[in-house]
């Protein structure tokens, strides 16, 4: 029995040796397999990193415009970007100015000869015309937010050294430096730190790079305009659309909100974009992207600082991506001698101060938003009757909202209710929210142009109708 117990323990000591030989073989392995990962993901950063430096000093340089160091002095040029492996991590916030240019020969000086013997005015590569889009952002790695703020084309405001005009003659007069001066001024001091201008020849080519965009478009668009060769012709519904036709959607102004409503569509778009393009793919894709479009751009961003911008828009979740508008109304008729929008003080030091961190007096002093002053718009994309609406309705009125009224629908089928906070107000739209009980917080411009806050009902009201009815009777 004793030989018999040695040997079983023989055997177990035999098996455990050769258990513990295996676990330290399978130890070794797992290392050297996160060894060769860890390497191989170096190799990758290494290698998008290489390319992006090959684009950067071949060819047509990014930056295609001469600053004066007076006007590099508009820019805050310290370091945005880590060094070394951390080259694509945003090591602070930046705002960075985006000008959409579309510029016609009688823009600019010295026109490309092959443009003067046509019978239309073709769009002509350059930056030197009216910025016919103008964008600002902030990329924020400690909130993990991006925030983009439209300022319509027509804002009336002062222009250093030249007066009183549309905002978007600023380039015309300055170009970047001073554009990026007014924009300060008009918000209230806000520092800029880069620049983005892109040619609208680029931006169809920038969006068949990115494998095009899939968007619902609001209402059929039909505009022709001879003398440019401009011609838009699309249908309403969901569509994918290749470059050519999401230029037709972001150009076309022709109806009763003029460039506001082709804010909105911008913001749809980019949403759009962010949500389909912007992952890890497109990011190891940006040597060939900029290939396509450096020719069409001029940017004091550096390739390394590109990367990191967009290394941070992947790692950001599309909740904390907010779009604003520049808060203000229309100038009406006979008012000034053109027709603008005009900013609103009091509006734009308050978004300001909620999401570019500039604290104003009125901010300062400000309490919680009365739900009584706030106007609620109610948008119904579920095709349904107006009576389906009332239990909505009677919901924010006993919550003590007051000023409630019904628009026309953004036009859009959806699954989702969109409580829009149209003014840039998050906090107050979480607060109709959660009166409601159901919905997904939006803070974009996409709503009712009037309102504080847009209820874009969808189809989970239909769901909820009963349980809202149900606790009105309580």
Known sequence: MTIQRSSAEENQSGKASKSNKKISQNSKSGRWLWFWVGMSGIAMVSATAGALLAV??????????????????????????????????????????????????????????????????????????????????????????????????DTRTQIEGYGVKKINAANVDGGPALTARTVSNLLGGAGIDRYIRINVLGIAKLIDALGGVTVYVP???????????????????????????????????????????????????????????????????????????????????????????????????????????????????????????????????????QHFGLESEQEQQATATDPRSLRVAIQDSTGGDRSNLQPLIRALEKSGYRNIYIAKAWGEPLDVTHIVAQQGDGDTAESVRNTLGFGEVRVESTGNLGSDISIQVGQDWLQQKSILEESLTK
């Open 219 to 353: 209402k059929d668009m039909k505009y022709q305009d001879d003398s440019q060769h401009l011609y838009i012709n699309l249908k309403a519904g969901k569509q994918h659309l290749n470059g050519d036709k999401t230029l037709q959607l972001l150009r076309f102004r022709h109806d009763e909100l003029g460039d506001i409503g082709r804010i909105q569509r911008q913001q749809m778009v980019m949403r759009a974009l962010m949500d389909q393009t912007l992952n890890p793919a497109t990011v190891a894709q940006l040597p060939k992207i900029l290939d396509v479009v450096k020719d069409h751009i001029d940017t004091n961003l550096t390739v390394e600082e590109l990367l990191a911008l967009m290394g941070f828009g992947v790692q950001t979740n599309r909740s904390n991506m907010q779009m604003l508008m520049l808060p203000g109304r229309f100038s009406e008729k006979n008012e000034f001698d053109a027709s603008y929008w005009l900013p609103n003080k009091n509006g734009i030091a308050k978004l300001m101060a």
């Open 56 to 153: 950067s000093l071949t060819s047509t340089p990014l930056q295609q415009a001469q600053l004066s160091p007076k006007d590099e002095a508009a820019f805050d040029g310290d370091r945005i970007s880590g060094s070394g492996l951390r080259f694509s991590q945003l090591t602070r916030p930046v705002n960075l100015l985006v000008l959409g240019m579309s510029v016609l020969p009688p823009d600019i000086q010295n026109p490309p000869p092959e443009t003067k013997n046509l019978k239309y005015q073709p769009q002509v590569n350059s930056f030197d015309g009216l910025s016919d889009v103008m964008l600002l952002l902030k990329f924020d790695p400690e909130t993990k937010k991006i925030i983009m703020l439209s300022i319509p084309r």
